[in-house]
């Protein structure tokens, strides 16, 4: 798609037609260059947030910081699986990524093993749009909260 859109801008600049280009003929012509710009740079992105090795990668280092946050005694906004929307999961993962940077931030676990969720929160990407916030989530204690976490990430990988 992307080379059908370069050829096409290609071509006609190659092949103008008339030199001279009046007032609405450039008009349009300059609107047709940025809209090929724009299409062009949506292609660009990634669609998709989480990947499966990515999911995975998540589960290893939080395996490595299990015993770490089940120390806490924090109250933390856990979203089950079963209440989830399709398209809200990435913003789910988000929750649980921002409650997880609290935790270490409270227990002041500064650990490098602990800069795998600080990576990975900066990493994903997610869409809110349509989803309840973390707030509206019920307070779990951090076993159920990483048991929740594990079983959305196994979902994710699946």
Not at 3 to 23: S, Y
Not at 78 to 90: G, I, L
Request: proline fraction near 3%.
């Amino acid at each position: 798609m992307t080379d059908l859109m370069t050829a096409l801008i290609f071509v006609q600049l190659l092949n103008p037609g008339d030199q001279r280009a009046k007032g609405i003929q450039f008009q349009s012509y300059n609107t047709q260059v940025w809209l090929c710009f724009l299409i062009i740079s949506f292609l660009g992105h990634p669609t998709c947030a989480v990947s499966k090795t990515d999911a995975a990668n998540l589960q290893s280092c939080l395996t490595k910081l299990n015993q770490t946050i089940e120390k806490s005694d924090a109250m933390l906004y856990a979203p089950s699986v079963d209440v989830m929307n399709d398209n809200c999961k990435d913003m789910k993962l988000k929750c649980y990524m921002w409650e997880l940077i609290m935790v270490l931030n409270e227990e002041e676990i500064t650990d490098t093993t602990a800069n795998c969720i600080f990576e990975y929160n900066d990493d994903l990407k997610f869409n809110s749009f349509g989803c309840l916030p973390c707030e509206a989530y019920s307070l779990q204690n951090t076993t159920t909260f990483l048991d929740r976490l594990y079983d959305l990430l196994k979902e994710m990988a699946a």
